[in-house]
């Protein structure tokens, strides 16, 4: 097979898929099944990699040891500073690798290639972040108990954490949270989307070179409904990070009540861009352009609802048809396009229904609508819809696609009813050039990440996840960290205690 480093940097189509085999315990781990899967680029239609579809078996030996990880102190027993410098040489190893890991990504999840290299080094920042973290998980004191009492309150690793990403940015949403979870001093087992397993499975030998201890991160490729509910469900995991579907989400919440295991949970979201008549329109239709578009709409926190006062609504629509008719949808390989590939049939499929309900529910198309699966190879061109009634399919499901579904209201409390009116709560946007306007917006507003006059945007310091039916817990900041522990409370009598029977 032609060197993966020489692929990369040519950036040619693999002639036979890139195959990775699992890793457990330290080790590359080929599991019991012997069953690799091929995964076909869906930008090109061929297969591309191959990946182990894994046994409970298997996952049940990743449990076994990230569990001896965890409790023999291999990890959690190093001094944070021991913790940052291996946090510290992965960062640098994911940024000396950055074009291997760039193209196994684009090639398995089809999004462009420049934006697979931006959020492989974004990533890198976040392990950096995070390695500073590791030497500040701190508790409190209390000295306020009175004389005879002094309390500690101490931070201690949560243990075994199970982690499960989805495919739509598989590199950057795990290092949202495996940073995190190993600064706090857990340990993991990882199950990435079957069909992005790849970048994964790669820097899980990266954090090998860079010093981690064996069976401190394990990789468990496969199913989701088979290795998936195995993790959710295992009595030796302390907590399960889920990432994706809220449907799927409900199911893993289900699974946990086995052991009582601590959930936390990013799901999806139906993001309002909330625009008012004096906003800045040039800027807040590039930036509804790109929060529809970006990532072809596979993103949890796409704006795909263009909530906006009726004064300003027809320009700004033309406006954002403007914008959108100069994206360059295509080959993710050819840097020149903005937006790659839909992932799979079964999501190209799905967005292609919410299309037809939308022209058979009446709204009104205003530019794209148009889909190619043509040699397995799924793309779709940015869509919107005018005059989408608020209680439709289209302006009340997440289509996890490239359409956008136009709403206008008249007044203020319209606004916000309209940007509340839906089960999610992960996202939203706010233009407008007036601060009083801003502030009484974002306060009524639910959900978790509110961007005003920008959009999708942030750094891991600030933390991230969803109200409502868009999840439960934070990731990244400091606050993403603490998810990852547990407090212990600890009462020192200081002197001798007062008896109670004398
Ligand atoms: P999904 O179908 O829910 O799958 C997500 C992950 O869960 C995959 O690894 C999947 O495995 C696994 N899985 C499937 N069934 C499972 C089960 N019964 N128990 C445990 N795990 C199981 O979501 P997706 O289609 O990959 O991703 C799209 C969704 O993710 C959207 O709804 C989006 O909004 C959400 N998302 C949310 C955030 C956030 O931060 N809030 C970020 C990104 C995406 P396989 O698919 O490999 O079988
Ligand atoms: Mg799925």
Same mark, same amino acid.
């Given at each position: 097979m032609t060197n993966l480093n020489e692929l990369a940097a040519t950036l040619r189509l693999p002639v036979e898929p890139i195959r990775s085999p699992m890793f457990i315990d330290g080790k590359e781990y080929t599991g019991n099944s012997g069953e690799f899967v091929a995964r076909k680029s869906p930008g090109h239609g061929v297969p591309v990699t191959s990946t182990v579809r894994a046994t409970v078996e298997d996952l049940n030996a990743a449990v076994a040891s990230a569990r001896r990880a965890s409790d023999d102190g291999r990890w959690s027993r190093l001094s944070g500073e021991q913790r940052a410098t291996v946090l510290l040489k992965a960062a640098q190893l994911i940024r000396d690798n950055v074009e291997t890991l760039t193209y196994l990504e684009t090639l398995e999840s089809g999004k462009p290639i420049g934006q697979s290299r931006g959020e492989i080094g974004a990533a890198a920042g976040i392990w950096e972040y995070a390695a500073g973290l590791a030497r500040v998980v701190h508790g409190d004191t209390h000295d306020? #108990?009175?004389?005879d009492l002094f309390g500690l309150v101490v931070r201690q690793p949560i243990g075994v954490v199970g982690i499960v990403t989805p495919w739509n940015f598989p590199f950057f949403i795990l290092s949202e949270r495996l940073p995190f979870v190993l600064a706090a001093g857990c340990t993991a087992v990882v199950k990435p989307a079957e069909l992005t397993s790849s970048t994964t499975l790669k820097l899980a030998a990266l954090l090998i070179e860079a010093g981690l201890p064996d069976g401190v991160v394990n990789v468990v490729t496969g199913l989701g409904s088979v290795v998936g509910q195995a993790l959710a469900e295992h009595?030796? /995991?302390?907590m399960i990070s889920f990432t994706g579907s809220t449907p799927v989400g409900r199911s893993v919440l289900a699974a946990a009540g086995g052991n009582m295991k601590k959930v936390g949970l990013e799901l999806g979201g139906k993001n309002p861009q909330i625009v008012f008549a004096d906003a800045d329109l040039d800027d807040a239709a590039d930036a509804i352009a790109f929060g529809i578009a970006f990532n072809a709409g596979q993103c949890? /926190? &796409?704006? &795909?609802r263009l909530v906006v006062h009726r004064s300003v609504e027809q320009q700004l629509v033309e406006r954002v048809k403007a914008v959108l008719e100069k994206v360059r949808v295509g080959?993710? #390989?050819? @840097? @020149? $396009?903005?937006v790659g590939a839909i992932v799979e049939a079964r999501q190209f499929d799905k967005i292609r229904g919410f299309i037809n309900a939308g022209r058979r529910d009446g709204a009104q198309l205003v530019c794209g609508g148009t889909a190619s699966n043509e040699g397995e190879r799924f793309f779709i061109e940015p869509t919107v819809f005018r $005059? /989408? !009634?608020? !209680?439709s399919a289209l302006a009340q499901e997440?289509?996890?696609?490239p359409v956008l579904s136009v709403t206008p209201f008249d007044t203020f409390e319209e606004a916000i009813q309209l940007a509340n009116g839906v089960p999610y709560g992960l996202a939203a946007s706010i233009w407008t050039r007036d601060l009083q306007g801003a502030i009484k917006s974002f306060r009524e507003v639910q959900a978790g990440r509110i961007w005003v006059n920008c959009t999708i945007t942030g750094g891991p310091e600030m933390p991230i996840g969803g109200v409502k039916q868009s999840g439960i817990g934070r990731e990244t900041g400091r606050y993403g960290l603490e998810e990852y522990t547990e407090l212990k409370s600890v009462h020192i009598q200081v002197g001798s205690r007062p008896r109670w029977i004398a």
């Open positions: 306020t #108990l009175g004389g009595m030796d /995991v302390d949890c /926190v &796409s704006g &795909s080959d993710p #390989l050819d @840097a @020149a $396009n903005h $005059n /989408v !009634q608020p !209680q997440e289509i996890f696609g």
